[in-house]
């Protein structure tokens, strides 16, 4: 099962996101789990996490997550802003999939 952990400001502007990437997942029949939490939560979650995506207004905070992932071994990227402002679930899901091949 792969875990994808978004993070924003509140947690509140990528529920719908998560809903979105969860329902096009379950299309495509990927075991996954997905979920989203505040800013203030996101270094607790990454320890179950095997990729953490951050909303572009915490782009700022890319480096400091970054470093503590590595204790993880595990990436974080900031969601395209574009697909993030859409809740472009496909888009969003895609990058992550894609980053966690990557590594």
Partial sequence: MRK???ACSSGMSTSLLVTKMQ???KEMG???KIWAVGQEKAKEEMAKAD???IGPQMS???AELQNEAKKYGIPVEVIDMVAYGLADGKK???QAIQL???R
């Fill in 23 to 25: 329902a096009y997942a």
């Fill in 92 to 94: 969003v899901y895609e």
């Fill in 51 to 53: 990729i953490v995506l």
């Fill in 4 to 6: 994808i952990l978004l």
């Fill in 60 to 62: 700022f905070l890319k």
């Fill in 30 to 32: 990927d075991d996954v």
């Fill in 100 to 102: 966690m091949e990557e």
